[in-house]
């Protein structure tokens, strides 16, 4: 079946530092992936995603570039800043609907 | 993005006491709903989808009867767990969707807790 594997948090950085998370997945076919984040008292809202190879998805200096040969989508952001603060979940979709998510990541991001 | 809401945010139920989440979508027509189920530290789960007017179709392991789940129109949708018990204290979520192959707008969650 599908799996989405990400890495564990939490993950502390200080204002301005260079952030990735890595995300790795497991499906048959050609999934279409996603990342999401929450922030505190908030539902999941998408934040990128990418439907092929070679795909790159971007929002807010955020962004994940889809490799189907390391099966990889992992985020990044060159300076992060305190109100990036939240979890952010990777997922997968190889359907219309249905998604398939990671155990999420934590951040926090210090003064 | 389009906006959903869950109520209640939190619920503290006894053993054996039946329990019901509202979810719904409050600027757009939602003909597609899924509830999820999230574990601490842990991914969140599918537990059914339901299309506007029919049976919610559950994924494996989930019991039906159990849960029950009821879209009787385009913008709620409700998750009841039947005679709760504490193994079902969990964090539910909800997402709403305008159809197939649209995206999912997410609600903030329903933290339940049977005592």
């Known amino acids: 079946g599908n799996s989405v594997t990400q890495m564990e948090g939490p993950v502390t950085l200080s204002e301005e530092a260079f952030l990735t998370i890595n995300c790795t997945y497991t499906a048959t076919g050609y999934p279409s992936l996603f990342w999401y984040v929450q922030y505190p008292g908030e539902g999941l809202q998408l934040l990128l995603k990418?439907?092929?190879?070679?795909d790159k998805g971007s929002n807010k200096g955020f962004e994940a570039t889809y490799r189907k040969e390391t099966t990889s989508f992992h985020l990044e952001k060159g300076s992060v800043q305190v109100s990036d603060s939240a979890v952010y979940f990777c997922?997968?979709?190889?359907?219309?609907?249905?998604?398939?998510f990671g155990t999420g990541t934590r951040l926090q991001v210090t003064l | 993005g389009a906006v959903v809401s869950q109520h209640p945010s939190w619920v503290i139920c006894k053993s054996g006491t039946s329990v019901k989440i509202e979810c719904r979508s409050l600027d757009f027509q939602a003909t597609t709903m899924f509830w999820y189920r999230q574990f601490p530290k842990q991914s969140l789960m599918l537990m059914a989808t339901s299309n506007e007017g029919s049976k919610a179709t559950y994924e494996q392991g989930v019991e039906k009867d159990k849960f029950l789940i009821n879209h009787a129109s385009l913008t709620l949708s409700t998750l009841t767990v039947t005679s709760a018990h504490p193994e079902d204290s969990s964090f539910y979520i909800c997402?709403?969707?305008?159809?197939?192959?649209?995206?999912?707008?997410f609600g903030p969650g329903t933290r339940l807790t049977v005592l």
């Open positions: 997402s709403a969707s305008g159809g197939a192959g649209n995206e999912q707008f």
């Open positions: 990418a439907t092929k190879a070679d």
């Open positions: 997922a997968l979709s190889d359907t219309a609907s249905k998604l398939t």
